[in-house]
């Protein structure tokens, strides 16, 4: 498990629940794209966890780096950022996940697992963002076409419905 974050603290908190973890190794946690490019040419990973904003650099362009280096090493996205550019040039460049900072920590091991394991571990506030993005089937339905109708014409319809004829 190589880590990717520029603040020494939250790089910190990120170890310490990643060693928590019994399935989980961490390898090294770097503060910068240029020194996770010299773990990433040394060392073989299974997860890069990476943070967008970092002093050198895009950590979404360290993903596709990452993927030329080291193909089979999972990448999940851990940032402040939620919103849907972000997330979109995220996940286009190969991330296998993203999560939002504002999740407990103890979540991380989780979707680690669940990312080695083959899943996208996604936040809730990304998850509703992208369905946001699928069509609604609600915007296939067809108007009520009753609301143009008078009141009277409405009545003779549900006449007309239950069976009434007019004689």
């Not at 904003?53 to 999940?76: A, K, Q, V």
Request: aromatic share 2%; net charge negative.
């Amino acid at each position: 498990m190589l880590i990717v974050e520029d603040d020494t603290d939250c790089r910190a908190r990120l170890a310490a629940a990643i060693v928590r973890q019994r399935q989980l190794m961490l390898m090294a946690a770097v503060g910068s794209i240029a020194e996770a490019l010299v773990q990433l040419r040394a060392l073989t990973p299974a997860v890069l966890v990476v943070d967008i904003g970092l002093p050198d650099g895009n950590g979404i362009e360290l993903i596709g780096y990452c993927h030329r280096l080291s193909p089979r090493t999972r990448c999940l996205v851990l940032s402040v950022y939620g919103d849907e550019r972000h997330v979109r040039e995220a996940l286009t460049a190969g991330a296998d996940g993203y999560l939002i900072k504002d999740a407990p920590l103890s979540d991380l091991g989780e979707a680690i697992i669940s990312a080695l394991d083959g899943g996208a571990p996604l936040s809730p506030r990304v998850a509703r963002l992208l369905l946001a993005q699928l069509p609604s089937p609600r915007a296939n339905v067809p108007p009520d076409d009753r609301s143009s109708l008078s009141q009277r014409e409405q009545e003779v319809l549900d006449f007309l419905a239950r069976g009434f004829r007019r004689e």
